[in-house]
């Protein structure tokens, strides 16, 4: 018998995300900023939707293997003669917390903002990356 491992913050992280994301229901979204992460081997890869986010108003924050994503979206509002139909884009602060899988080299994390992506690379530490072994025959 085989024994499975699970990371209890794992677990926890994910039934916080379906137990809010069922509490904004469809019109809310879910959860905001929506990401996704990815293993590129020598780094972990965070991406971002925040269209119509001002990249100054967006702040990156990682510490060990937390990156955290914190910013403020807003809109015009329309005249004052106008009255809205549907308002389904939300807009005010946010704050998003992405545990990744493995240890990281935080102070050498970058990001850039491009076409309403946040991405987001941090190298893994030295000890965590993938190396290749070289075999000798005997």
């Known amino acids: 018998m085989a024994f499975v ?3 209890p913050f794992a677990e926890l992280q994910g039934e ?7 509490a904004f229901g ?4 879910g959860l905001y900023p929506p990401v996704n992460v990815f293993d590129r081997g020598e780094a972990y890869v965070v991406k971002a939707e925040v269209p119509g986010v001002d990249s100054g108003k967006i ?7 937390v990156v955290t994503l914190r ?13 809205y139909h549907r308002r389904e884009r939300g807009e005010g602060q946010f704050r998003r917390v992405v545990r990744l899988p493995g240890r990281v ?5 970058k990001a850039h903002y491009r076409d309403g992506v ?3 690379v941090i190298p893994k530490v030295k000890e965590a990356r993938p190396r290749r ?6």
């Open 105 to 109: 080299a935080s102070e050498e994390a």
């Open 26 to 29: 469809p019109a809310g979204g």
């Open 133 to 138: 072994v070289q075999i000798e025959a005997a």
């Open 5 to 7: 491992y699970r990371d």
């Open 59 to 65: 702040e990156v924050n990682v510490e060990d293997d």
């Open 118 to 120: 946040l991405n987001v």
């Open 71 to 83: 910013g403020e979206r807003s809109f015009a509002e329309p005249q004052k003669d106008g009255a």
């Open 16 to 22: 916080l995300e379906r137990m809010l994301a069922g």
